[in-house]
């Protein structure tokens, strides 16, 4: 089993930054692709930004594209997902997600989920 905790979410004005923190435990972190996915109300879970165990291969979605960076330090078990010039169309439920190996974009695919956090971008 992997354990993870989100953290960082908030409200803040359009324009503005967040970061969010995910801290996993309960497995050996590098084994697992990490990925960042978000649900708004009355929507579907979308993926927002995944990257691979060592963090050499990142991707994301194309509404996020230039404005999120995700990121992970394998020494502290933690993903992150800095969020720059935020709209309000960001807001939502953001979660991590850890997947055995391999990197993958589908919601279908992760095998761990944390519980979330929210993110609420005011106009």
């Known amino acids: 089993q992997v354990q993870l905790v989100e953290s960082g979410g908030g409200l803040v004005e359009a324009g503005g930054s967040l970061r969010l923190s995910c801290v996993a435990s309960?497995?050996?972190?590098?084994?697992?692709?990490m990925g960042w996915f978000r649900q708004a109300p009355g929507k579907e879970r979308e993926f927002v930004a995944a990257?691979?165990?060592?963090?050499?291969?990142?991707y994301y979605a194309d509404p996020v594209k230039g404005r999120f960076t995700i990121s992970r330090d394998n020494a502290k078990n933690t993903v992150y997902l800095q969020m720059n010039s935020l709209k309000p169309e960001d807001t939502a439920v953001y979660y991590c997600?850890?997947?055995?190996?391999?990197?993958?974009?589908?919601?279908?695919?992760?095998?761990?989920w944390g519980q979330g956090t929210q993110v609420t971008i005011s106009s």
């Open positions: 309960g497995r050996t972190f590098s084994n697992y692709a």
């Open positions: 990257i691979s165990r060592s963090g050499t291969f990142t």
């Open positions: 997600a850890a997947r055995y190996i391999r990197v993958d974009i589908a919601t279908t695919n992760y095998d761990y």
